[in-house]
């Protein structure tokens, strides 16, 4: 699980309009925390998605 972080708190970055650049491997903390995803493959940084389908995300982190 990340760390670091307020799971009591009633606001976060999508109420309060802000982005926030977080990196990590723990796919179940960012699908918690985030409204859009964009992986980084091999360098490459895909487009921000709106999704929360894993195999979607498992390709992108593949390279596909």
């Known amino acids: 699980r990340l760390g ?3 799971p ?14 977080l990196i990590s491997e723990d796919l179940d903390g960012i699908l918690e ?3 859009r ?3 980084m493959s ?6 921000a998605v709106e999704t929360t389908d ?3 995300i498992g390709r992108r982190m593949g390279g596909h």
């Open 4 to 6: 670091g972080r307020d």
């Open 8 to 21: 009591g708190a009633d606001h976060g970055p999508a109420q309060s309009r802000c982005t926030v650049l």
């Open 33 to 35: 925390l985030s409204d």
């Open 37 to 39: 995803i964009a992986v």
């Open 42 to 47: 091999e360098g490459r940084l895909g487009p």
């Open 54 to 56: 894993r195999a979607e």
